[in-house]
């Protein structure tokens, strides 16, 4: 059902959890290394594999890094809670257990602001807790690299073990058609608050940080909550909003046609943005939690977390705030910016001493023309912002007019190197000597006798096809203004 016509018949409720891998230097509960991208079943040993006898110890910097999530997601930080075995098979998990979090998380009742189309939304978060991620199994042969249909599998456990944290919202009301802008504005803020405490990579692409995607509906005018699916590792934030978009037109299509959701996982497809059936969904009392008898429970002294509290960075939203104020921007502007992921990027430029006017719109313009073309993110051009601090001071100091920057950013771009460097090398310094424009305007006139005539005649408006012809013979090198004060000094006419 199309989107419009499925928000008119029903009101979408979300939830989103977030699973994100901490970057601790060893894993959870056992000093095995973590570094990604280890040869498969290296970074191992007897207590990540679960050989018998083996017994966990917790990683305080995981704690602390959790509790720290906690505070920045303006949490109540439990003063007293447990680890909970979490049962259930799969091959990927060697204990056959996972050590998780279960009726007492570390963190509970925060919230999350986020901005979407100029407005805040709450976003209320149910809990953080502390867990271990899985290893990663490989189902080789067959067509969808699923199990099904697979030959054989084999299975990595370099990443078993390591600290993973999981954030739970509330369910999220009221978003309606911005239903699929609100998650994806979430998973980003979330994403950026994690880079601010510097806990996580949050790389999305190799899965530090994984969303689920929860989609439940209910008809208009109904209180009463459909059931929800849950779709899983969604890995990209483009992928978040399609997946909330997608679920609820599937979702609307079969509760228009008289049929119900089935309570179960779901697996997202970047190719066709629709979603299809995993397993049905576990309820809690099938995994059979109970408190983990191998770990001693985490009390958290009050006066450790109150000094973690005051050591918190600046964050994101209120940095952005900051940033605003001191560059002098707009709201509209600033989301802008921060929807193209260009605030560092600004801010690194107006650092090496360029105008934040100047600095925003080269970013925000020629450079996000260039980055939209090639298909790769604002600050994966390989430009630096100090070059393009170059660039602006160039433009500001008269050697360069806009054309002529856009071809030094072309330059650089292109690895032609230093901005002034491509100046020397392309020949593309503004014509500063007045010998030379004079010689151009003089040319310029005799070709265009018509023109300069009514020029002569008082159509002063004339004179821009003569400082076109100006600009034009000078291959743009030319300064429009200064070109266009000499040719009615020419011809004897006061602008
Ligand atoms: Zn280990």
């Not at 849950?230 to 990209?236: A, G, L, Y």
């Not at 160039?394 to 330059?411: C, F, I, M, P, T």
Request: glycine share 8%; hydrophobic share 40%.
């Amino acid at each position: 059902m199309p989107y419009d016509e499925a928000l008119e018949r029903f009101e979408p409720v979300l939830g989103l959890e977030t699973h994100v891998e901490l970057g601790t230097a060893s894993k959870m509960f056992c000093g095995c290394p973590t570094t990604f991208g280890a040869p498969p079943n290296t970074q191992v040993c007897p207590v990540c594999l679960a050989l018998p006898g083996s017994l966990p110890v917790a990683n305080e910097k995981a704690i602390e890094s959790t509790i720290r999530i906690g505070l920045a997601l303006n949490c109540t930080i439990a003063t007293w809670c447990r680890f909970a075995r979490k049962n259930y098979f799969y091959p990927d998990m060697p204990k056959n257990y996972q050590i998780s979090q279960y009726d007492e998380p570390l963190c509970t009742d925060g919230y999350l602001d986020v901005e979407v189309d100029g407005k805040t939304v709450r976003v209320e978060i149910e809990r953080v807790h502390l867990e271990e991620d899985t290893g990663k199994s490989t189902h080789v042969g067959g067509a969808t690299g699923r199990i099904h249909g697979a030959d054989y599998s084999i299975v990595d456990y370099n990443r078993a073990g390591i600290p993973l944290v999981e954030i739970v919202t509330k369910p999220i009301v009221g978003a309606d058609r911005l239903a699929p802008e609100v998650a994806r504005a979430y998973v980003t803020e979330l994403r950026e608050v994690m880079r601010s405490l510097g806990v996580s990579d949050v790389r999305m692409e190799q899965g530090s940080l994984r969303c689920d995607v929860n989609v439940s509906l209910m008809p208009r005018g109904s209180a009463e909550w459909g059931t929800r699916t849950e779709t899983k590792n969604v890995n990209s934030l483009r992928s978040v909003e399609r997946a909330v978009r997608g679920e609820i037109e599937r979702q609307a299509a079969i509760l228009a046609g008289g049929g119900r959701i089935v309570q179960e996982t779901r697996h997202f497809h970047e190719d066709t943005g629709q979603t299809s059936p995993g397993r049905s969904k576990e309820e809690a009392q099938d995994y059979r939690y109970f408190p983990e008898p191998d770990l001693l429970p985490i009390a958290p002294d009050p006066a450790w977390v109150e000094s973690l509290k005051a050591a918190l960075p600046e964050l994101p939203s209120a940095r952005r705030k900051r940033l605003q104020q001191e560059w002098g921007v707009s709201d509209l502007d600033m989301a802008a910016m921060h929807n193209a992921d260009a605030i560092d990027l600004v801010e690194a430029t107006v650092a090496a001493g360029a105008p934040p006017a100047d600095a925003r719109k080269w970013w925000m313009g020629e450079l996000a023309r260039r980055a939209n073309e090639s298909g790769v993110a604002l600050a994966e051009l390989p430009i630096t912002p100090a070059q393009v601090a170059r660039v602006t001071e160039l433009v500001a100091s008269g050697a360069l007019n806009d054309k002529l920057a856009r071809q030094v950013l072309e330059g650089v771009l292109a690895g032609e190197g230093e901005p002034d460097e491509v100046v020397d090398k392309r020949g593309l310094k503004v014509v500063s000597d007045e010998g030379e424009l004079l010689a151009i305007i003089d040319q310029v006139l005799a070709d265009n006798a018509d023109a300069a005539e009514k020029v002569r005649g008082g159509k002063i408006a004339a004179v821009g096809a003569l400082v076109g012809g100006v600009m034009k013979a000078s291959r743009g090198k030319a300064d429009a203004a200064r070109a266009r004060e000499l040719i009615l000094e020419k011809l004897g006419v006061q602008g």
